[in-house]
């Protein structure tokens, strides 16, 4: 009697492991579709929560390894056409813990990292732009007088 009732209960863990085993495929695939459906409307944010979420629940997925890494690129540009530097990188960063041999996040971090170096070139020099227009506008004063 103790035996069918261990006999039993293995059988029932290992029907419950299998289960879980095909919920988890059930949800990633869900997932993977949210994240492809948000891409076709063009929502990046939306596809790069759904495809993080899938990877959640099974990390070697590689749909949403590859939809994670194409939403996160879409959504660092966004970012980074808005100004936001810091937040496009901190996206591509993410994005290369899922992808480190991703050559359109690579592309994407030097272009930011440029245009970061620009920004800070232009800001440091801001002072001497104002003087000199101080100067030219003294300059055209006298002109007048």
Not at 61 to 85: H, I, M, S
Request: aromatic letters at 6%; hydrophobic letters at 45%; glycine letters at 8%.
């Amino acid at each position: 009697m103790y035996g069918f009732k261990v006999a039993t209960v293995l059988a029932a863990a290992l029907a419950l492991c299998g289960c879980a085993g095909s919920i988890e495929h059930w949800i990633a695939d869900t997932r993977v579709h949210q994240g492809d459906a948000a891409m076709e409307r063009g929502n990046v944010r939306d596809a790069a929560l759904a495809y993080g979420l899938a990877l959640r629940v099974d990390p070697k997925d590689e749909r949403a390894q590859a939809g994670y890494v194409e939403a996160a690129a879409g959504l660092a540009k966004d970012e980074y056409t808005n100004g936001d530097f810091e937040d496009a990188m901190a996206t591509i960063a993410h994005g290369v813990t899922v992808d480190p041999q991703s050559v359109r996040l690579a592309g994407l971090k030097t272009t930011i990292e440029q245009a970061r170096l620009k920004r800070e070139i232009v800001i440091s020099n801001y002072p001497t732009y104002g003087q000199s227009g101080l100067a030219i506008e003294k300059a055209y004063v006298q002109l007048d007088s």
